[in-house]
């Protein structure tokens, strides 16, 4: 091989592969040569060497300037930093091609000798200035370490326009309030440079108006990969309106506008003098603004102050919209998101999540700064502390919200009649409780808000059409209905309708339940929801008991009537309401006590008579209330912590817990239901324990099923089998069963409580707060549909 094919072969190699000891694995042809030489220079290690000042600065740039919106977000902090009151931003191709902002603050502070000589020299005095703006480390912000402790701007490296100057073309034009003109310089690596060529570099003389204008042209324009990496412009453009828009909620007495180049239209514009609330609204729109409360958080314990708007309970999305600042600083923290996320799980319903803005302000000295290159988080100290503490805060004013909700009304038509309803309660869903029954509810005892029961009338903008027959649905209750045709025999009018319990309100802080077995145990509750059927109950219009002794009652929902096993529904419902109201229960107080041994005796008696003879004597019943009255003196303390079941250690029963104002749990079953706490409670472990315990007290509080009283033939024909009104408004008793005249009084009233109780308390209640699960559906039976009823009656 000649010399020249030698050399045409040459290979050039950047480096050397080594074997483990270090030693060279090749050999290098050198050119020029015949055969392989080592090339000692090639196979030397590679030596330590200082990078050039270039290729530090765009790594650098790189670092601090990942995309348009980073750009921007130093450029509005410099803004805002500079006292402005107005900024105007305008993009072209998501900030790619153009990024510009215009501020009215102060201007780049320039000696005010300057302008007291004469222009020469005024030239000479912003070129000392101008030359430092995009230079590294270069600031007004801050001169010695020591500073970052007690920082109260947004910059402080000097880092921003030197960043930019490296991967864009920037452009400024700046005025102080003391010039006579504007000064506009381009910048490129840091430096000053002509616009044009063969024109000076030095800044000119131009026309402007007080502030600044920054123009940053072709962004990564020697980056070509970082360039590439950029998916869509529009993509950039949504990333840049999100971070205008959310300074633009946080910089009160700052106006925003945002608009692309070349449209005439904004798509962003906030003016100065609009109030927090207001920025959210034309932000995030009235759904948003009209659910939001005003949050507070202070302690000077962990030196910090915090404030802001976050949504209530009625507001939920899939996605979380959270707006945070820390020493009005745009900055992300995964904790206080995911502990506010958690916060409000017990609130919302599964997959919903909330929208938070908050402004946390934390003494300086507590706050570091300068963990992150592009600021986009800090490290303060005792932060678990303080999320907890907000955390708390935002519970307590999600709670205080569900306590009381006020509805705005309207009267639609002249002599509409105003139907009190009872304040819902903290739950939001049975009507409110005095102490007993809800420690810790702060709604007013008997305070009570009235809606408008109407027929709404259509909107005045919209045009009138007239409803199909099948479709019209009778919804006002004042209407007269079918029963009250029918004679009356025995009404509830000379039965008192009170309770008579005396209620007495407890001052008593609602107990926030953090365990996770209740957790558990009402997620399990979320999961197993059947949307169809809650909706039915949600929307339900109660129509009347069908048949007491199978517990049946109708309901209607739109233009169908449904059939529906009351008892089944009422047991998942006081299970629900055990889980959510747990330790939070009222109590029903006897005086005097009962005696255990007493009420077990009678639950046995109740047992033995449903069991054969030879079943029955097969037990030591007195060995089992022995044992049932030790387990429940032992367990007294968690069972009046969490049930407000109050039990002496003398084995004396002195309350049993209260779930529903309004409504007194069938006593009757109270011996039975004692007897069962002793085998079918899983005292042992704590979830299986409260799921069976809360299971035999809905179980307990399901109303009891009564003969009905009868009318003897011959005295015309059977009041309804449902209690409802009579022509004088009344509730009346049922169809058949027991002869009314010979009917024992306290049963009748008792029936009355039941009647009573399932139209105006129970069946109301689950429109607020029941969850209907799966097991639901085989109780909930659809009889009649009005559509199907018209198409029947057409073919007769």
């Not at 979380?320 to 017990?346: D, G, W």
């Not at 309901?555 to 009537?561: N, R």
């Not at 419902?573 to 229960?585: I, S």
């Not at 449902?722 to 029936?751: C, H, I």
């Amino acid at each position: 091989m000649s010399d020249s094919e030698i050399a045409g072969h040459h290979v050039a190699q950047r480096g050397v592969k080594r074997k483990v000891d270090g030693s060279p694995a090749l050999e290098t042809l050198s050119a020029g040569t015949a055969g392989p030489t080592l090339d000692s220079d090639v196979n030397a290690p590679r030596r330590i060497q200082a990078l050039s000042q270039d290729v530090v600065n765009k790594i650098a740039a790189g670092e601090i300037i990942v995309a348009p919106a980073h750009a921007l977000k130093e450029l509005l902090e410099n803004a805002v930093d500079a006292g402005a009151t107005q900024l105007e931003i305008v993009v072209k191709d998501g900030g790619l091609k153009l990024l510009q902002i215009t501020d009215n603050g102060c201007g780049i502070h320039v000696s005010l000798s300057l302008y007291i000589v004469l222009t020469p020299i005024a030239h000479y005095y912003l070129k000392e200035d101008l030359p430092l703006l995009c230079e590294r480390f270069t600031t007004s912000k801050l001169k010695k370490f020591e500073d970052l402790t007690e920082i109260g701007t947004y910059g402080f490296r000097g880092e921003a326009l030197a960043s930019i100057s490296h991967i864009a073309h920037l452009a400024v034009t700046t005025r102080t309030h003391d010039s006579s003109c504007a000064w506009k310089s381009h910048y490129s690596d840091g430096k000053l440079v002509a616009p044009k060529p063969n024109q000076s570099a030095d800044p000119k003389a131009t026309a402007g108006r007080q502030g600044t204008q920054i123009t940053v042209e072709d962004l990564f324009y020697n980056v070509p990969t970082r360039r590439r990496a950029f998916r869509s412009t529009s993509e950039e453009y949504t990333k840049i309106l999100d971070l205008v828009s959310r300074y633009s909620i946080h910089c009160d007495g700052v106006s925003f506008s945002c608009k692309k180049h070349g449209e005439s239209g904004m798509a962003l514009s906030v003016p100065a003098n609009a109030s927090t609330m207001d920025r959210i609204r034309q932000i995030h729109g009235s759904a948003v603004s009209n659910e939001l409360l005003e949050f507070t958080c202070t302690s000077e314990r962990w030196g910090f102050t915090s404030k802001g708007w976050i949504s209530n309970a009625n507001y939920s999305v899939k996605k979380t919209s959270f707006i945070l600042f820390i020493n009005h600083r745009s900055v992300e923290s995964a904790n206080i998101k995911k502990a506010l996320e958690q916060t409000y799980a017990t609130f919302l319903p599964k997959g919903g999540h909330p929208f938070i803005y908050l402004a946390l302000d934390i003494e300086p000295h507590r706050l570091d700064v300068n963990v992150h290159p592009t600021k986009r988080e800090v490290h303060f100290l005792h932060e678990d502390e303080i999320i907890e503490s907000i955390c708390d805060e935002a519970r307590t004013a999600l709670g205080n919200v569900d306590t009381s909700r006020t509805f705005m009304t309207q009267t639609l038509l002249p002599n509409a009649r105003l139907i009190p309803t009872t304040s819902i309660g903290k739950s939001g869903g049975t009507p409110a409780t005095p102490a007993h029954k809800s420690v810790g509810n702060s709604a007013t005892p008997g305070s009570t808000s009235y809606n408008v029961r109407n027929s709404a009338t259509a909107s005045s903008s919209k045009k009138f059409s007239r409803p199909y027959d099948n479709d019209l649905v009778r919804t006002d209750a004042r209407e007269r209905k079918i029963t009250s045709m029918l004679t009356p025999r025995l009404s509830v009018n000379s039965i008192s309708m009170r309770d008579d319990m005396e209620y007495e309100i407890v001052d008593k802080e609602a107990t926030i339940c953090r365990l996770k077995s209740i957790k558990e145990l009402r997620a399990e509750v979320r999961d197993l929801m059947h949307i169809g059927a809650t909706d039915i109950f949600a929307g339900h219009t109660f129509v009347g008991i069908v048949d007491p002794r199978r517990r049946i009652v109708a309901i209607q929902f739109g233009v169908k009537l449904y059939l529906v096993d009351h008892g089944m529904v009422c047991n998942e419902y006081f299970y629900q309401l055990g889980l959510t109201d747990f330790g939070n229960f009222g109590t029903i107080k006897f005086d005097p006590p009962l005696d255990l041994t007493e009420l077990l005796n009678i639950g046995v008696e109740q047992e033995r008579s449903l069991l054969d003879l030879e079943e029955a004597e097969a037990n030591d019943w007195d060995e089992i209330v022995e044992m049932v009255k030790a387990r429940l003196v032992e367990r007294r303390d968690m069972l009046a912590e969490c049930f407000s079941m109050l039990i002496s250690e003398e084995g004396k029963l002195e309350g049993i817990p209260l779930l529903m104002n309004g409504y007194m749990p069938p006593l009757v079953k109270l011996p039975n239901f004692l007897l069962r706490l002793g085998p079918f409670v899983v005292w042992d472990e704590e979830k299986p324990c409260f799921h069976s315990f809360i299971r035999e007290l809905a179980s307990f509080y399901v109303p009891e099923c009564l003969p009905l009283a009868s009318v003897p033939r011959n005295q015309g024909p059977p009041p309804p089998a449902k209690g409802d009104t009579d022509a004088d408004g009344d509730l009346t008793m049922g169809s058949t069963g027991v002869d009314a005249a010979d009917e024992n009084p306290e049963q009748s009233k008792r029936r009355a409580h039941v009647y009573r109780a399932l139209e105006h308390i129970m069946f109301p209640a689950l429109k607020v707060r029941f969850v209907a699960t799966k097991a639901m559906l085989k109780g909930v039976v659809e009889v009649a549909d009005l559509k199907g009823l018209y198409r029947v009656f057409e073919r007769c």
